[in-house]
């Protein structure tokens, strides 16, 4: 047996109960209830906007860690680019005065 109801909102988990209340005819015609039956069941219920809402969350911050990532890695490289040079521009420059050194004590 299966009954659609309608106006309930998914909540991620719902629950639901039904009690079925057996009635019984005689041969007279008379009706007499027996005792009620109650099942509950739980089913899971999550609705596409919480779906879409979860995985925009995860691919943004999945995206976030990415862009974090790539913008250390090219900081890094930045940086060595810049040292290599500093250290290239020095030893050009000692190289320079040495040159001028040894000039200066040839005189």
């Known amino acids: 047996m299966s009954a ?3 106006g309930v909102a998914p909540a991620v988990r719902l629950a639901a109960t039904a009690t079925l209340t057996p009635l019984i005819t005689d041969a007279a015609g008379s009706t007499s209830a027996l005792t009620p039956v109650t099942a509950t069941t739980h089913a899971w219920a999550i609705s596409w906007t919480l779906w879409l ?5 995860i ?6 860690l990415l862009f974090v990532r790539r913008s250390r890695a090219q900081r890094k490289l930045h940086e060595d680019t810049r040292v290599q040079e500093a250290v290239e521009q020095a030893l050009r420059e000692k190289e320079a005065s040495e040159q001028a ?3 200066d004590s040839s005189r």
Do not use: E, F
């Open 53 to 57: 809402l979860v995985v925009a969350v």
């Open 101 to 103: 050194a040894k000039a």
């Open 59 to 64: 691919a943004v911050v999945a995206g976030g």
């Open 4 to 6: 659609r109801v309608h």
